[in-house]
């Protein structure tokens, strides 16, 4: 409008646009790869064309195990419907075919000629309050079985074997979806983030992993694996290329002792995939790090497996995890409110390979990170200096302020007397 107007040149206006628009940055978003594994555990990875459905009944129990809850439930409810269904139609046919459904049988029951082969079953309706009673060994003394029949002896123990079987894998898959062992791996957490720092003179990875049961996790183990796209010499590409890394752990069964929050550590030497990888070649790595912790619930006896997964954008280079343990009134407490806090350290920006190639490198940054210390201590004392001197200024100034005048009185003899107050 102000162009239009004259009042600036229109020239001016476009040149001025330009030119803040190639002042603003242009930032373009990494396309985000797909995670191999999630943050709760969870694999991301979807089955396609499976043409040997068949495998999955042949294994029919585990099948029922992995089903939703929904459809668990779903199936639940219909075996046990439709088996009281079907024994109910044999119930049915066995009395029509005996002629118990007969009017004219109804008076003679009554007498000693006429037994049928069960009392009272007259009806479809009949013969499925019959059916539930024995399968589920209920029995309201209405209906009951007499030795008339041999037939209907025969379905009695029929449906008595086929109840049993139905009730035993049922209530076996019921017991095993709530006991299931990714149930107790909800309680096992892991750090948000990962860091790299210094540990005794070397690059280390690290985590933190904890335990927020009181029920320990017998003979704990954690691995880690990298995963990463990978192209063979021969021009083969693996998409998912996996390789273990040690872990540093001073124990040889390689088991931890999970009572509390633990830091694991990986040492980045000439066997690790990142012993190449620096500071600034770490947001560019298209690589994931897959955390395993594996172990025997104590209460249950159940192997356990939790898992987590940290890509490049959730490691952080020079930091280190905070403490949570201390000693409070003769007790350990944790404080699981600090559990992914990380705090700045003095780290390299280099590789472990230009660290072991040059472990000066290492000095002169501990030598920076303490000259920096004593600059920024330094500082803090000359800004406490400061802020003493002026309290005490301002201190010395209302004391000043509140100091009476003395005050002169003239007598009328034209004397003076000076009084103070």
């Known amino acids: 409008m102000l162009a239009r107007k ?73 075996s046990f419907l439709c088996s009281w269904l079907l024994f109910a139609m044999m119930w049915w046919l066995v009395a029509f075919a005996h002629g118990d459904m007969d009017p004219s ?64 894998v049922m209530l076996g898959c019921i017991f095993m979806k709530t006991a299931q062992a990714h149930r107790r791996a909800e309680t096992l957490i892991f750090s948000r983030q990962a860091v790299i720092a210094v540990r005794n003179g070397k690059l280390c990875f690290m985590f933190r992993v904890g335990d927020l049961r009181k029920s320990m996790i017998i003979s704990a183990s954690v691995r880690i694996q990298v995963v990463r796209k990978t192209t063979t010499p ?14 540093d752990n001073p124990i040889e069964s390689n088991n931890i002792f999970l009572v509390a929050p633990l830091i694991i550590c990986h040492v980045i030497d000439k066997r690790s995939p990142l012993y190449d990888i620096s500071a600034a070649d770490l947001a560019l790595q298209d690589l994931e790090l897959i955390v395993i912790l594996e172990g025997v619930v104590e209460t249950t006896g159940i192997t356990t497996q939790a898992r987590t997964s940290y890509v490049a954008e959730e490691i952080l280079w020079g930091h280190r995890f905070v403490p949570i343990v201390t000693e409070e009134e003769g007790v350990y407490a944790v404080d699981y409110s600090k559990f992914g806090n990380t705090v700045k350290v003095a780290a390299p920006r280099c590789s472990a390979r230009e660290l072991d190639e040059k472990p000066s490198i ?23 200096r400061n802020n003493s001197i002026r309290r005490s200024n301002s201190m010395r100034r209302t004391n000043s302020s509140l100091i009476v005048p003395k005050v002169q009185f003239i007598t009328p003899e034209g004397s003076q007397s000076a009084s103070e107050t």
């Open 234 to 247: 021969e021009g083969e590409v693996i998409p998912i290329h996996q390789v273990d890394i040690p872990v």
């Open 6 to 78: 004259s009042i600036i040149p229109e020239e001016y206006v476009l040149a001025r646009i330009a030119a803040e628009n190639l002042r603003k940055p242009r930032i373009r978003d990494r396309p985000r790869k797909a995670r191999f594994i999630a943050k709760n555990g969870a694999c991301n990875l979807a089955h396609k064309n499976i043409r040997e459905q068949g495998r999955f009944l042949q294994d029919i129990f585990t099948t029922l195990v992995d089903l939703k809850w929904p459809h668990t439930l779903l199936i639940f409810t219909m």
């Open 105 to 168: 049988t109804e008076n003679a029951t009554n007498s000693t000629k006429w037994t049928p082969c069960v009392t009272c079953v007259r009806s479809f309706t009949s013969a499925f309050l019959f059916s539930i009673e024995v399968q589920v060994t209920i029995g309201f003394g209405g209906r009951m079985m007499t030795e008339e029949c041999p037939l209907a002896i025969t379905v009695l123990i029929l449906q008595n074997i086929v109840g049993l079987i139905i009730n035993a």
């Open 362 to 384: 290492l000095i002169q940054t501990l030598q920076k990170s303490e000259l920096s210390h004593q600059n920024s201590l330094r500082k803090r004392n000359s800004m406490r």
